[in-house]
């Protein structure tokens, strides 16, 4: 009989524990607090992912041309070949431009003699053009640059695998299964790209705004308004 009374002690002080860690597990689970907390670190990370999807290599070169040309053809050595080109005027309109598999750029010269020439792998090629191969004395580059910034087309594309394929998105990502996530960019002529799901009622939404630079379907940049949502 003692022993048997002793063992039933055993038992009660494992299910008091077991009971107790249940209402741990059931308090952190179910705290709005911690939601919260997921929720936000879910924004953040939602924010760096759908960053790093819509961002790509712009490359941008000043140039200066020496030589009283009409078509003229530029090789910067440093540029992927991979890349594709985009020149402005000083006034950034655009000028037809095509690059040969050899890496020269071609198009026809402005009145100024000024250029902006970019790169980037998101660019399409233009139509075939053939202009005068100029030298290194033939022409200077007054400046260069090179950023990481969000392209109109990859918003797009982005925006298309949403609602096409919004759960392996979702694992792409690497976001909680039982946290949703959308976005939106606002031109500043009011048109939009809207990847967002219905949002149920009564339940927590965050979201993260900021206004950023955008490279248009026209290669030049914009700004837009920017949000990414979680709920």
């Not at 998101?122 to 191969?133: A, D, E, S």
């Not at 400046?143 to 394929?165: T, V």
Request: charged share 25%; proline share 3%; no cysteine.
């Amino acid at each position: 009989m003692y022993k048997r009374r002793g063992l039933s002690h055993i038992e009660f002080v494992i299910s008091f524990l077991i009971f107790i860690a249940f209402i741990v597990f059931a308090f952190m689970f179910f705290n709005p607090l911690q939601s919260n907390r997921t929720l936000s670190s879910t924004l953040d990370y939602a924010w760096i992912e759908i960053g790093d999807a819509t961002k790509s290599n712009l490359e941008t070169y000043s140039v200066v041309i020496k030589v009283d040309l009409v078509n003229v053809a530029i090789n910067i050595l440093e540029i992927p070949i991979e890349f594709k080109p985009n020149v402005e005027d000083i006034n950034g309109d655009l000028i037809l431009s095509y690059r040969d598999d050899s890496g020269y750029v071609h198009f026809k010269r402005p009145s100024d003699n000024f250029v902006r020439i970019k790169y980037s792998p998101i660019f399409l090629n233009g139509p075939q053009i053939t202009g005068n191969t100029l030298g290194t004395l033939d022409y200077t580059i007054s400046s260069s640059g090179s950023e990481k910034a969000y392209f109109q087309k990859l918003l797009l594309d982005l925006n298309e695998s949403y609602f096409s394929d919004y759960s392996n998105l979702k694992k792409e990502f690497n976001l909680p299964n039982r946290i949703e996530f959308g976005f939106r960019v606002v031109f500043n002529d009011g048109s939009e790209i809207t990847a967002l799901n219905e949002i149920p009622k009564e339940v927590d939404v965050l979201s993260k705004n900021d206004r950023v630079e955008i490279v248009n379907s026209s290669g030049t940049k914009e700004y837009a308004e920017m949000s990414v949502i979680v709920w």
